[in-house]
């Protein structure tokens, strides 16, 4: 796979990305009932939906952030993930598993983008002298 696709299916990613954990975010942020109801059915407290919210907002920025914050990207995707696979678990025990189909989705969607992600920018580890001893 050349670069230009690699950066072409990368941004459609976080585009796709950005838009779903932002709608998301947002709606937690501003108590939307559906969003809510949901959640607290799943047996989260209203303020972690806030903490949700306040965090998925904030990864959307620094995912949108071209080239720049990098290793807090990697962090992002984290997060990202732990989402999903808790959105996915809790349905799943809760609502049954039709109701985990968008988890399933994203979950492909983000796997993807991070692939292409670390395509993009190869990790690099350094190891200094003294955390070799």
Known sequence: MNAKTTKIIYWTGIILTSLWFGASGFFELTTNKLVWEI???????????????????????TLLIPNKLLRLKEWVFAGVFFDIIFAFLSKLVVLGFPATIDAIIAFIMVSVTYIMFRRLYTATYKISISEQN
């Open 39 to 61: 959640t607290q059915q799943l047996g989260y407290p209203s303020h972690f939906i806030y903490i949700l919210g306040v965090m998925k907002v904030s990864g959307v920025i």
